[in-house]
């Protein structure tokens, strides 16, 4: 049985939303698809800017002009030279504090069809950690320091790209596909019951959350 449209998009909204990182995707017309809470509530975006079909652009000025990116000569050509940035689709990882004091990682994914799946990554406490470090190294060996820096580095890559890669299936040309491959890419099970109890719809997740469970639990 197949999930009407508004259920598919209401599972992925929620699936989406489990995840504790931040995750927009644009079509390759730099457009909105669709994003999760975490993005809103990160970056403190109005309604108008999470909403489907939002530009790119209008989205990097707002964050340009409130200052987001640190002070810039001209805003402008910021905001262009991002936009320029996204347009060429490749794959992209920085780093930078934001005008709170918080430190966010921003890595880039590009999909095959064309357009992006950003994931954001607060790593305030990381980078917090790595400043203590520091500020003990005539205690600590430079070896242990790289060490723990790299393992942090490590453990922040492996997550965004276990989350975005997962995205990268999703088709951004049919939306029902593309909103069941969200759900598919959820560490929770997502399910669909309908009134006589029963199974029309399960993401793949159910085995691995209840160990031994039946792969194939449709009806």
Known sequence: ?????????????TGLNLIQQAISIFDSDLRLVVCNKRYQEMF????EFVRSGVEF??????????????PVDTPEEAIQQRVR??????????????PNGRWVSVEGFPLPEGGWVTVYTDITEVRSQQMMLRARS??????????????SE???????????????KIQLTESEARMRLTTEMMPAHIAHVDRDLRYTYTNPRLSSVIPGSPSQIIG
Do not use: C, K, Q
């Open 154 to 168: 490590a453990n922040r890559a492996l997550s965004a790209a276990i989350t975005a890669l997962e995205a990268t």
């Open 138 to 151: 005539a205690e600590l060996s430079e070896e242990l320091l790289s060490h723990s820096e790299r393992l």
């Open 85 to 98: 940035a996204a347009r060429a689709f490749v794959p992209h990882y920085m780093e930078r504090m934001r």
């Open 1 to 13: 049985m197949t999930l009407p449209e508004d259920a598919i998009n209401r599972l992925t909204r």
């Open 57 to 70: 652009e209008r989205t990097i000025r707002f964050l340009v002009n409130r200052g987001e990116y640190g």
């Open 44 to 47: 403190d975006f109005p309604d």
